[in-house]
C-alpha cells in the first residue's frame, strides 16, 4: 500500500512536470532516494543531467534541462527576448547570463553562450518565465533584456536588435520607468534615450 502511494506521488509529479522530475523534489515530496532510484531503474526513466531524469515518451524541454543542470544561468539576451515573445525564431546557442565569478565550462562545452556580469547587476530583473515545452525558467525579464541588448548592440545582429526594441515598445505590458531605472543602474541611460529617440 505504501508503496502504491510512493508510486502514484512520483507519477503525479512526473504529469505535473510534463515528464521531466528532479530528485530534489521527490525528496521534497517525502521520498526516500532509494525508492526513486528503483523507480528510475523499473520504468526506465533516463538520467538527462546530474538529479534530473526524463520520461521517455516526453519531449525534452532543452531549456529547463540546461537550467536544472546550471541553476545560476539565467536565460538572457536573444534566450529572454524568444521567451518574451520579443524575437522571430527561437536563437541557437542558447544566451545565458552568470555572476563574473561562476565556472562556466559545463555550459561552454554544450555550446551555450554564456555572459557574465558584476554580482549586484546579476538578480536585477529575473523573473519566473514558461518556456514553450511548458516549465518554468528563470530569465531577465522584459525590461533588463532590452538594457542587455543594448549594451551588447555591436555582438548583435542588427535585425534581431530592431525587431525586439520595436515589438517592445508596441505591448502594453511594458514598463518604461523600470526600463529607466534598469538603463541607469546599468550605465546605459545615454544610449537608451538615443535607441529610443532614432526608433521612435
Known amino acids: 500500500m505504501v508503496g502504491i502511494l510512493k508510486q502514484n506521488t512520483i507519477e503525479k509529479l512526473l504529469v505535473e512536470n510534463n515528464g521531466i522530475l528532479k530528485t530534489a523534489d ?18 526506465g526513466l533516463e538520467r538527462a543531467a546530474h538529479g534530473v531524469y526524463i520520461s521517455p515518451d516526453a519531449w525534452p524541454d532543452e ?9 545560476k544561468a539565467v536565460f538572457s539576451h536573444e534566450a529572454a527576448l524568444y521567451l518574451h515573445d520579443l524575437a522571430e525564431k527561437e536563437p541557437i546557442p542558447f544566451s545565458v547570463t552568470v555572476p563574473a565569478s561562476y565556472n562556466s565550462g559545463g555550459l561552454v562545452k554544450k555550446g551555450v553562450k554564456a555572459y557574465y556580469v558584476k554580482k549586484e547587476w546579476y538578480g536585477m530583473g529575473i523573473c519566473e518565465i ?26 548583435m545582429d542588427i535585425a534581431v536588435f530592431n ?27 545615454k544610449q537608451m534615450n538615443e535607441t529610443m529617440g532614432v526608433l521612435f
Open 26 to 43: 521527490v525528496v521534497a515530496a517525502g521520498i526516500s532516494r532509494e525508492y526513486f532510484y528503483q523507480y528510475v531503474k523499473k520504468t
Open 63 to 71: 531549456m529547463y534541462l540546461l537550467q536544472a543542470q546550471f541553476p
Open 130 to 155: 514558461q518556456t514553450p515545452g511548458g516549465h518554468l525558467v528563470k530569465a531577465y525579464d522584459m525590461e533588463r533584456t532590452i538594457c542587455d541588448i543594448l549594451r551588447k548592440r555591436s555582438d
Open 163 to 189: 525587431y525586439a526594441v520595436k515589438e517592445y515598445m508596441k505591448r502594453r505590458d511594458k514598463r518604461i520607468s523600470v526600463l529607466s531605472r534598469y538603463a541607469v543602474a546599468l550605465h546605459i541611460e
